[in-house]
């Protein structure tokens, strides 16, 4: 590379860096020494690098800078698709698994269907009305883990946290295999590929969020307002059909094969508890408060009225339909939803679209997840209880490392269930209502210590809120442990405990390396003695003796050989090439590389414990892939072996084999 030219611009304080590649940097001058710099995002300098690039843009997009972060900001008529598509997509199956469960006693149980529809949307309006105070009052994002840890504590936050992101995955597991459900219902020849289309399927979704939240907002805003217009056209008809006297009737349908059971306040309890899963998802919205165009809070609250008024609309309306049209679980696989738009539509084009929407809406309800997971795991990593990298966002502003985890985990799920929604539904929603009544208990507290105006009004709320959603976690683990319910369980507490582990292990870090405000550091006042590795005489030997003769005047070259010959022939040469410097043969007559080394290093540090022993390891830069497995072999070994050790310094020096350079020393 040549040497960079440096040229002024116009305005004073300002400095052009043309460096010897094919874009150019710009930096502007703030202070003594600080510069603020607006750097290309990419900088391709070889045909095979531009091409990466191009690939990545094409699947990811183009790099979004920080301060263009508000622009990514989403309106309500696409914040709606991106965190309540969860919620809304429920009703294609939340009614389904009640009705599953009352099966186990027979048809004459359906009459219960109703009431339990009715209780749950009760629930869900107290939920709705609760979450409204928590934007209020956390204006920067309120999610059940921020609450409960503020106002509760560590180890409700913690607890809060993990049943989210249990329940983020089972969301993602659960939405994209009923989607995939309401696709082999109208092509029954798919349901043998079940699995692969699920999977392909959260692939999908993946790479869709890993090019940003308004991006994914644009491209899942159709299939849901698609299912809406489908979904209330199709109540409306339904409804209308009874007030004339025709209601719609379903043929057609054998009965699923259910074991069956006695009627009994259990079985109510599990029928309600399969129901509640309709309510997943519901505190997405206030999670997700910062990605709302300003003013987020106000935003954010009528997105979430909006969503409960929909939900409680088609959920009430589908519980409906069914009970009148004798849908029920069948055997086929063909959904509950399916045979009511098959009664209602006919089998023409309406019904053909109702499916492929529940299936778009389904498939895409796992956005509410990819939404909020990433979000939820980069708050627990700022707070130290995540590793770090899920803090960071990529290119296109999203939480990368938190979409990935978040799909592999979804993928193993479905995987280890075949794609199941029966085996996956006892498992869901107990995390989201262990979160809703922290989140609920949390306010309470926030309520009686802020005392600001209406406060006792929202205490009130918050604390029903609380009680009821308590209510619904005690039936759930009761009703449900049996069935699976265990697992979560079991899953919860160890997610806590690894991430107290983590918090605990990044603690202890800190006080390891934090530097006192009063300490003051001088110059070093150690005497180094630094080594230089040399499997052989080579210019990247020849590089690293040049860079240790900056650093001390102590340069020993070490040679590691089993050969005696041969070693002698590499002292002779070093010292007729390289004069001043000293040889180190160590003899190794078991042919061992790694072992002698360390053992001639414990002695050099024994003979001079106030040195400080700096080994440098010469290592190609690799310039093509199998350059990788041909080099460095042995530099990693030595490094491996060497890093930790006390008072040893390693360092790599780095040798590009395509640079000239002269081999006099």
């Not at 960071?392 to 993928?411: H, K, Q, T």
């Not at 449900?480 to 319910?485: D, V």
Request: with cysteine; charged share 15%; net charge positive.
């Amino acid at each position: 590379m040549t040497a960079p030219e440096y040229r002024h611009g116009r305005r004073p304080g300002d400095v052009r860096v043309r460096l010897d590649r094919p874009h150019a940097r710009y930096f502007r001058y703030v202070a003594p020494g600080v510069y603020s710099a607006k750097l290309a995002a990419d900088a391709p300098s070889t045909p095979v690098e531009r091409v990466a690039v191009s690939a990545r843009h094409l699947l990811f997009g183009r790099p979004i800078s920080t301060e263009n972060e508000i622009e990514e900001r989403l309106p309500k008529w696409k914040a709606l698709p991106v965190f309540s598509s969860d919620v809304m997509s429920s009703v294609a199956y939340a009614t389904e698994a009640s009705l599953y469960t009352l099966l186990g006693v027979g048809t004459i149980a359906f009459g219960w269907l109703l009431p339990i529809s009715v209780a749950i949307v009760g629930v869900l309006a107290l939920v709705t009305l609760s979450y409204r105070q928590t934007i209020r009052a956390y204006p920067n994002g309120g999610g059940s883990y921020i609450v409960a840890h503020a106002n509760l504590g560590v180890l409700p936050g913690l607890v809060a946290a993990a049943a989210l992101l249990t329940d983020y995955v089972l969301t993602v597991a659960v939405s994209v295999s009923s989607g995939v459900q309401a696709l082999y219902s109208l092509f029954p020849p798919l349901l043998p590929y079940a699995v692969p289309i699920i999977v392909g399927a959260i692939l999908l979704v993946m790479l869709v969020n890993m090019r940003g939240i308004r991006e994914s907002g644009t491209v899942f805003a159709a299939p849901t307002y698609v299912f809406l217009g489908s979904a209330l056209l199709l109540i409306g008809l339904g409804v209308l059909r009874v007030v004339l006297g025709s209601p719609p009737h379903v043929t057609g349908v054998v009965p699923a094969h259910v074991p069956a059971e006695t009627f009994g306040i259990l079985l109510l309890m599990r029928a309600f508890a399969d129901g509640c899963s309709a309510m997943t998802g519901t505190e997405a919205v206030a999670n997700g408060v910062p990605a709302f165009k300003p003013p987020e809070w106000r935003n954010a609250q009528t997105t979430m009225v909006v969503m409960a008024l929909l939900l409680g609309t088609m959920f009430l309306g589908i519980s409906f339909l069914a009970h009148v049209s004798g849908a029920l679980p069948s055997a086929s696989g063909e959904s509950v939803l399916s045979q009511i738009g098959r009664s209602v539509y006919g089998a023409g084009a309406l019904w053909y679209i109702l499916q492929l929407s529940t299936m778009g809406i389904l498939v895409l309800a796992a956005q509410t997840s990819f939404a909020d997971f990433p979000r939820v795991s980069s708050i627990l990593a700022q707070d130290g209880y995540f590793p770090r990298q899920f803090a960071f966002r990529g290119e296109r502003l999203a939480f990368n490392a938190g979409i990935v985890v978040l799909a592999g985990l979804s993928i193993l799920l479905v995987i280890a269930f075949e794609g199941r929604v029966e085996a996956l539904i006892p498992l869901y929603a107990l995390g989201v209502f262990t979160a809703f009544t922290l989140s609920q208990a949390g306010m309470v507290r926030h309520w009686l210590r802020q005392k600001g105006p209406g406060w006792r009004r929202s205490a009130f709320l918050n604390g029903l809120g609380a009680v009821t959603t308590g209510i619904v976690v005690v039936i759930f683990a009761v009703a449900k442990f049996a069935l699976g319910a265990w697992i979560i369980l079991v899953v919860v507490p160890i997610l806590v405990a690894l991430m107290l582990f983590v918090h605990h292990e990044y603690e202890q870090e800190s006080r390891e390396l934090d530097v006192r405000p009063t300490a003051q550091i001088g110059p070093p006042h150690r005497r180094q003695r630094v080594f230089v590795v040399a499997p052989s005489f080579t210019r990247a030997v020849v590089q690293a003796v040049k860079v240790a003769r900056t650093t001390s005047r102590d340069v020993s070259i070490v040679h590691v050989s089993e050969d005696a010959e041969r070693g002698e022939e590499f002292r002779r040469r070093v010292e007729a090439q390289m004069p001043g410097v000293q040889v180190v043969l160590i003899e190794s007559p078991y042919r061992s590389l790694v072992r002698p080394l360390l053992r001639f290093l414990d002695v050099a540090r024994d003979e001079d414990p106030d040195a400080v022993l700096v080994v440098l390891i010469p290592e190609y830069v690799p310039r093509h892939w199998w350059d990788r497995v041909l080099y460095n072999q042995n530099s990693g070994r030595i490094r491996a072996a060497l890093v930790g050790r006390p008072d040893i310094v390693v360092l790599d020096v780095p040798y590009r084999r395509d640079v000239a350079e002269p081999t006099t020393a």
